[in-house]
C-alpha cells in the first residue's frame, strides 16, 4: 500500500476520533469533575439527565454552567436556564445559591425538579386559604378579610403582594424569609369611599423572587356595595331582632 495513502487515512481516522472525543468531552467533563457541584444532582436525576438535553447534546442548564465556571453560585441559581419559569435554585431547592459543594443537600428532595426540561415543573411552594375572598361592605365604610398563606415547601422564601384595584390593600404587603411549612396571617382592607352600589372584582398578586408570575395563581377578590336602601332594611331588621330580644327579656 502506499505510504502517501496510508497516512492521509491514518490522519482522517485520528481526526475523526478527535472530532468524537470533542462532542462529547463537555459532557463527560461536567460527569466526571463537576456534578457534584451542583446541590440535589442525584434528586434532579443526576448528571447524565442535567447535563445533556437529547441523546449526547449539551443541555441548556450545562451550558450555563460552563459558562459560570463550573461553580454553583447565585447567578446559577438566578438563571432559568430551560424556560419554564422557575429559577435553577428553585428546581434545585437553594433559591440564593448559597448551597456550598460538599455539604448536605438543601431543602426537600420532594421538591427538586430538572432545570434542564422545561416540561418539568417543581411543586409550587405557595398556597392560600381561602383561594378566593368576598366581602360586602356600604358605600363610604371601610372593612377586612383574612386569608392565610402558606410555604408548603422545603425553603423559606420571600413575598410581596399586590392588589389590582385601590379599593382594596393587603396588610402586610410583603414578607421577608417565609419559613418552610409555616403561615403568613394576612388582611385584606377594604375602602369604599368614592364607590357606588354594585360588584367590583378584582386578583391579588403573589410575587416570589425566582418564580415567573404566571406560575403563581391569583387571589380573585369580589366586593359587593349594597344599595343604602338595602343596607338600611338590613340594618333596621337587626335592631328589630335586638328590641324582640329585649322585650322577652321584658317579660321573663
Known amino acids: ?91 434545585l431547592q437553594d433559591p440564593s445559591g448559597t448551597w456550598v459543594s460538599g455539604t448536605t443537600d438543601p431543602g426537600n428532595a420532594a421538591f427538586v425538579s430538572n432545570p434542564a426540561f422545561a416540561n418539568l415543573l417543581p411543586p409550587l411552594p405557595v398556597a392560600t386559604n381561602p383561594t378566593a375572598i368576598t366581602h360586602a361592605e356600604a358605600a363610604g365604610q371601610n372593612g377586612s378579610e383574612g386569608f392565610a398563606l402558606q410555604n408548603v415547601g422545603g425553603v423559606p422564601f420571600d413575598y410581596s403582594i399586590t392588589s389590582s384595584d385601590i379599593w382594596m390593600a393587603p396588610d402586610p404587603p410583603s414578607s421577608l424569609g417565609l419559613p418552610a411549612n409555616d403561615f403568613d396571617a394576612i388582611l385584606v382592607l377594604f375602602a369604599t369611599n368614592g364607590l357606588v352600589d354594585g360588584l367590583y372584582q378584582g386578583d391579588l398578586t403573589i410575587s416570589i423572587p425566582g418564580i415567573r408570575a404566571d406560575r403563581i395563581p391569583t387571589i380573585p377578590v369580589s366586593l359587593t356595595v349594597p344599595e343604602p336602601g338595602a343596607v338600611a332594611a338590613a340594618t333596621g331588621a337587626l335592631l328589630g331582632l335586638g328590641m324582640l330580644g329585649r322585650r322577652r327579656v321584658m317579660r321573663r
Open 1 to 91: 500500500m502506499d505510504r502517501n495513502i496510508s497516512r492521509a487515512r491514518a490522519a482522517r481516522f485520528a481526526g475523526a476520533i478527535a472530532a468524537l472525543a470533542l462532542a462529547g468531552a463537555p459532557a463527560a467533563h461536567a460527569l466526571e469533575e463537576y456534578g457534584a457541584q451542583i446541590p440535589n444532582l442525584v434528586a434532579a436525576g443526576g448528571c447524565d439527565g442535567l447535563c445533556h438535553a437529547t441523546g449526547n447534546l449539551d443541555s441548556p442548564l450545562y451550558i450555563d454552567f460552563a459558562n459560570a465556571g463550573f461553580v454553583w453560585n447565585a447567578t446559577m441559581a438566578n438563571a432559568d436556564s430551560d424556560g419554564d419559569g422557575f429559577s435553577n435554585g428553585w428546581e
